[in-house]
């Protein structure tokens, strides 16, 4: 079942994550005008798909596998320049939910992250923030093991 996410401000495209059968693998990110038009695969195995505030620009998770590589990514509405915000290599510890700053210039995101705590090793997510051209990343808030999210 298709799942759209906000259109953006001006052009009216829609972009919309498909699922796999089973309802939870990633299938794909589609750029479809408002009409239903003109549908085209952005790419494949992809979600989160958030549009920037002035509408020209998509960031969207892409998943290279199962249990990753993850890699956040940033295109503009032509999708022809696109670059890597963030990468999670491996182990299916999370990436995603990225949301714009109100002036489309930077993006914030979670990242799973592995630490050891009283001698074990948790998983637990932190919020980073960088410029929407990758660079100035910085981490902002660790969510406490135990804490609610």
Known sequence: MPQPSASAS??????ITLKQDDGYA???????RGDGR???LLRGAGGNVRWSPDGRRLAFREARGTFGPY?????DRAARR??????VRCCNIGLGNPTWSPG???????????????GRKVRTNRLFV????????????????GAPA
């Open 26 to 32: 990633e299938a794909g990110i589609y750029l479809v």
């Open 71 to 75: 890699l956040l990514r940033v295109t």
């Open 82 to 87: 696109t670059h890597t915000l963030a990468l």
């Open 130 to 145: 960088a410029r929407a051209d990758g660079r100035g990343e910085r981490g902002i808030a660790l969510h406490e093991p």
């Open 10 to 15: 001006g052009g009216g495209l829609l972009a």
């Open 104 to 118: 489309s210039d930077r993006v914030a995101y979670t990242r799973g992250i592995v630490e050891s705590v009283a």
């Open 38 to 40: 003109g549908g085209r």
